[in-house]
């Protein structure tokens, strides 16, 4: 399809992100909070597309993401295992910082800090991976795609998604906060967030 609408969501809140610790590919699952953003984010969901008739279901094989997708998928009246996993939109990874908090890296490693903030884009944390390198999956798996699609994936994710569809540029895609209690509308140009 060539322009697909997607309706981004990014992951409910976990004990991980309330403690600004880098994440990654760890399978860190949704707290209280988190489970209400899902839960809200599907009832918005549902009066945005109603029924959600022909649109695909995708998530990040991360157990924090398909419990997103099924808080979601009630909230729209489906049943809530009734989505594809697909391994591309799994979050980048932080390599040998997964489990460190940023106050953590601040005190223990404050060149680090300073070079990863800089150079957010691209930097490419020991072991792990960088933005720039989350492009090439991201934009395979967007052209892959065939209808419009309900997406439950993670923060980074989202950043370099929006990096390919709005032309953004790195730096400013990199350090977008991505919300956890929104939906981003998204597609090829154009995005807006509910």
Not at 23 to 45: V, W
Not at 87 to 103: C, F, K, N, V
Request: with cysteine; proline share 4%.
């Amino acid at each position: 399809m060539a322009n697909p609408t997607i309706y981004y969501i990014r992951h409910g809140q976990t004990d991980w992100n309330a403690e600004l610790r880098f994440q990654g590919q760890r399978d860190i699952p949704l707290n209280s909070k988190g489970r209400e953003q899902a839960n809200e984010n599907g009832h918005k969901l549902h009066n945005i597309i109603g029924k959600a008739e022909g649109l695909d279901f995708i998530t990040s094989p991360l157990e924090r993401t398909q419990e997103t997708m099924q808080l979601v998928r009630s909230g729209l009246g489906l049943p809530p295992n009734e989505y594809r996993i697909d391994d591309r939109l799994i979050e980048i990874s932080y390599g040998d910082l997964e489990g460190t908090t940023l106050a953590d890296l601040k005190a223990n490693n404050n060149s680090l800090h300073r070079y990863r903030k800089a150079n957010a884009w691209s930097f490419k944390p020991e072991n792990g991976e960088s933005h720039e390198m989350v492009l090439d999956r991201i934009s395979q798996w967007h052209q892959s795609l065939e209808c419009d699609c309900v997406v439950a994936a993670h923060g980074a994710v989202g950043r370099v998604l929006r990096y390919y569809l709005l032309d953004l540029e790195g730096q400013e895609a990199a350090r977008f906060p991505f919300p956890q209690d929104q939906i981003c509308i998204i597609r090829k140009g154009e995005e807006y967030f509910v």
